[in-house]
């Protein structure tokens, strides 16, 4: 769909990739997110129905740092450069609670276990968060270390008011990447033939976890291994007739689960994302 024009297209392809990126947007559990308002698991929805198999589906990772304030950046990435220069994760009674350099994991349940089991979190006018003590970079480090080392988090904080050189900012954790995905195989391709993954629509490359930063890396690396074998693939793919039979096949088998739902998906965006 031409999504300026709401014009229907059909694009014929002897082999497809589907490279639709994560699930963020889709809010599970009501978190935020730090993903881009396109990521709405779209693949994951289109792939299953064709009859492709879903990997670790259930598993999403959450970044410990999203900001918790103001409301305009909610969900935003804190980067973990800002930890890993000395600034620490400090409770509404100003304690340390916790390591600041555990994987994101750990510290994610961590920030939440605080928060919600331990009742310590700084209460916002819309939820809860910890501080995140970024003064104590220059302290460790010296004046001028912020703006070299963290500008875009300085800019992002300094348009609402915020100076994070001498004000610690809120934090929360926010969901991040999608751990799970479609199925594929070592050629990339999923269970349906001729059907490929790349990128974050892939699922368990990483396991049911990951560790920050590998992300690149995959969607290069598997990026390039699908594009290659789905192009070489295409060579001895005849076209066959266009079809919505896998969708039926779907909405029967779903009406005899006893399955009713009005949810549309793919979803696109997020239904308050302004479409113009
Ligand atoms: C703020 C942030 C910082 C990150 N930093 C790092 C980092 O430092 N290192 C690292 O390794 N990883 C990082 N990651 C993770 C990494 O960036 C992502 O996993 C990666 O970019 C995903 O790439 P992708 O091509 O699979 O998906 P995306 O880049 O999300 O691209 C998917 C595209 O598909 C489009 N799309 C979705 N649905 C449809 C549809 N139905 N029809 C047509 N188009 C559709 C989307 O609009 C989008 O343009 C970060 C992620 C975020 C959110």
């Given amino acids: 769909m031409n999504m300026e024009t709401n014009e229907i297209l059909i694009a014929r392809a002897k082999t ?5 990126g994560g699930a963020g947007r889709l809010h599970y559990q009501g978190f935020p997110t730090s993903n881009h308002y396109g ?8 792939g ?5 198999k879903l990997l670790y589906a259930d598993t999403l990772q959450y970044h410990p740092t999203g900001a918790a304030y103001p409301e305009q950046i909610f969900g935003a990435l804190v980067t973990e450069k800002v930890r890993s220069l000395g600034a620490k994760l400090i409770n509404v009674n100003g ?23 331990r009742g310590n979190g700084v209460k916002t006018a819309d939820g809860v968060g910890v501080w995140l003590d970024t003064p104590m970079i220059e302290l460790k480090n010296g004046e001028g270390t912020i703006e070299k080392r963290i ?6 904080f300094g348009k609402y008011g915020i100076d994070i050189r001498k004000e610690p900012i809120l934090v929360y954790p926010t969901l991040h990447y999608q751990n799970g995905g479609l199925d594929i195989k070592a050629d990339g391709m999923t269970n349906i033939e001729n059907l490929y993954v790349a990128g974050e629509a ?32 295409s ?20 009406k005899a689960a006893g399955i009713e739902t009005d949810v549309v998906s793919p979803k696109l965006l997020p239904n308050y994302a302004r479409r113009k």
Avoid: W
């Fill in 235 to 254: 060579k001895s793919v005849e076209l066959g007739g266009l079809t919505l039979e896998h969708i039926n096949k779907f909405a029967s088998e779903q």
């Fill in 39 to 46: 990521a709405t698991a779209d693949g994951l929805v289109l």
């Fill in 151 to 156: 500008p875009a988090m300085m800019r992002m």
């Fill in 95 to 117: 304690e340390a609670f916790m390591h600041p350099l555990e994987t994101r994991d750990v510290s994610a349940a961590s920030i939440i276990r605080e928060c919600s089991d």
């Fill in 16 to 20: 497809v990739i589907i490279a639709t």
């Fill in 48 to 52: 299953y129905r064709a009859g492709a």
């Fill in 202 to 233: 892939v699922g368990g490359i990483h396991g049911r976890n990951r560790l920050m930063g590998n992300s690149l890396l995959d969607i290069i690396v598997f990026g390039r291994n699908a594009g290659k074998n789905a192009s070489e693939k």
